[in-house]
């Protein structure tokens, strides 16, 4: 049974900084491609970033340049760096992996941007 836990969400000021992770149960990190998705209110869930088992990375465009995805294989967790926050970021951040043939979710942490 996969389980994802994202933790690190809050609220933060325009402008500063926050780190999220995604502890996994068992060894998925380094071997699967691992997700971070979002949801405003009122809006469709959209990919933030993905970390590939080869460590290959990319995120989107609305967050590029400020935002940071990584991983620690020994701790099994999913890092999203979040620089240059803005109001636009506030959601829910889900850290997501798709496994043969299933879609795994963690419950989501709240980041609120505002001043």
């Known amino acids: 049974q996969v389980q994802l836990v994202e933790s690190g969400g809050g609220l933060v000021q325009p402008g500063g900084s926050l780190r999220l992770s995604c502890a996994a149960s068992g060894n998925i990190v380094s071997i699967y491609t691992m997700g971070w998705y979002r949801q405003a209110p009122g809006k469709q869930r959209e990919l933030v970033a993905t970390i590939t088992s080869s460590g290959s990375t990319g995120v989107d465009n609305s967050v590029k340049g400020r935002f940071t995805i990584s991983r620690d294989n020994a701790k099994n967790t999913v890092y999203l760096q979040m620089n240059s926050l803005k109001p636009e970021d506030t959601a829910v951040y889900y850290c997501?992996?798709?496994?043969?043939?299933?879609?795994?979710w963690g419950q989501g942490t709240q980041v609120t941007v505002s001043s």
């Open positions: 997501n992996t798709y496994i043969l043939g299933s879609n795994y």
